[in-house]
């Protein structure tokens, strides 16, 4: 982790604690036996001018598991982030398993945004296109909520 990512993450965690995984749908399916699509994708309002999160499920119906391999957004760079044992690491891809949910959620896997080229605002939708090591990309609408938002509230 970059030196100004390790202070984003401080000033982040406590903002992240305050949101979880979300229940809406979105999102389409894969090329392979993997069956993907994405539910429960949003973005709390960034609280910083350069950094945000981002938090989804991916769901894979089918029997073949896959792999996510990288996110894009026109908003800026994004990275996967997983949480282990308190401790936030970017990490090079995630396994979706067959018949499984990869989450992301506060204290746990998340969307890193870096470099934002906006700051999105509360209302707003962020799209992000989600790479698979077999499965076709799924391009994914992210409503911007409140810096604060809980799930299910």
């Known amino acids: 982790m970059r030196p100004s990512s390790a202070l984003f993450a401080a000033g982040l965690a406590g903002a992240l604690l305050l949101t979880g995984c979300g229940s809406g749908d979105s999102g389409g399916s894969g090329g392979s036996g993997a069956e993907l699509s994405v539910t429960g994708a949003y973005m709390p309002q960034p609280v910083s001018d350069s950094m945000a999160a981002g938090f989804l499920t991916v769901v894979n119906a089918g ?17 996967v982030h997983e949480t282990v044992d308190s401790a936030m690491e970017e990490v090079t891809s995630l396994d979706v398993p067959a018949d499984g949910q990869l989450v992301f959620k506060s204290g746990a896997n998340h969307l890193m945004f870096e470099k934002l080229k906006r700051k999105p605002k509360e209302g707003e939708t962020v799209s992000v296109e989600l790479h698979f090591a077999t499965s076709d990309p799924v391009t994914v609408e992210m409503p911007v909520k409140s810096a604060t938002y809980t799930p299910g509230n």
């Open 63 to 79: 029997g073949t598991k896959d792999e996510l391999t990288s996110v894009t957004s026109d908003l800026g760079e994004v990275t």
